[in-house]
């Protein structure tokens, strides 16, 4: 005896890996604020990196060598001068596998950075991640806020850094929006500069800091982005 009746989709535990591995991204967007309006460009730049082996990366269509970087444009969208608040967007479709870095960048200044990747497991070192499909993302400010380019000339012409006329810890929200294996993915964090700050310190061969003080010391690991990261160290 047959029994009518519309079929339930299946739940993103049954779809097969092969179908559910692709990550489609549809909408990034990046918000910023405080920024002065004023300035801002009409455009970013989005930057996928060279990837590892077993990371693929699709754009429009159109498969990119794990050798070559994709630059797309983020095009300024919005602007709310009441909060000194801009928004960028893309609308370009992209499709990835394995974990695929990001960056964007102000012309040759690298605003943030972050990677999609699939978070297998509970524990994910605070990635936002979507917990159907298990895919994640985090992103960094990029070091160098207010205080120059990546390219290290100690002199920054972005319009969302600039200490001088009171913007140097500016709040970007980055949010993506797509699907995978037919499931909606939205992915959103919410970054924050700190303003850099000069800190004195005088290194000798035998000097002990004391207890209280070892939590004070901290460190700048520089990464291979180019980035640098602060973190505590203990002695």
Not at 40 to 64: M, Q
Not at 117 to 124: P, Q, S, Y
Not at 187 to 192: A, F, G
Request: aromatic residues 6%.
């Amino acid at each position: 005896m047959k029994t009518s009746g519309v079929a339930s989709p299946p739940s993103p535990a049954s779809i097969p890996l092969s179908q559910s591995a692709w990550l489609e991204v549809r909408l990034f967007y990046v918000r910023i604020s405080p920024c002065v309006v004023e300035n801002v460009p009409d455009f970013l730049t989005l930057r996928h990196p060279r990837r590892e082996t077993g990371a693929s990366l699709e754009v429009n269509g159109v498969r990119v060598p794990s050798s070559q970087t994709a630059s797309l444009k983020l095009r300024r969208d919005r602007i709310d001068r009441e909060s000194s608040e801009v928004t960028y967007v893309s609308t370009e479709t992209v499709r990835v596998t394995g974990c695929v870095d990001f960056e964007v960048y102000d012309n040759e200044d690298m605003v943030l950075c972050g990677n999609l990747d699939r978070i297998e497991g509970v524990w994910n070192n605070g990635t936002v991640s979507d917990p159907k499909t298990g895919w994640g993302m985090d992103c960094y400010m990029a070091m160098g806020n207010g205080s120059g380019s990546v390219h290290g000339s100690g002199s920054s012409s972005s319009a969302f850094f600039q200490p001088k006329l009171g913007v140097s810890s500016p709040s970007v929200e980055v949010y993506i929006a797509g699907c995978c294996g037919g499931v909606p993915v939205i992915l959103t964090k919410t970054i924050q500069a700190s303003p850099r700050r000069k800190v004195a310190r005088h290194v000798t061969l035998d000097a002990i800091p004391e207890d209280e003080e070892v939590d004070k010391v901290q460190d700048i690991v520089t990464t291979g982005d180019g980035l640098a990261r602060q973190r505590k160290v203990q002695v």
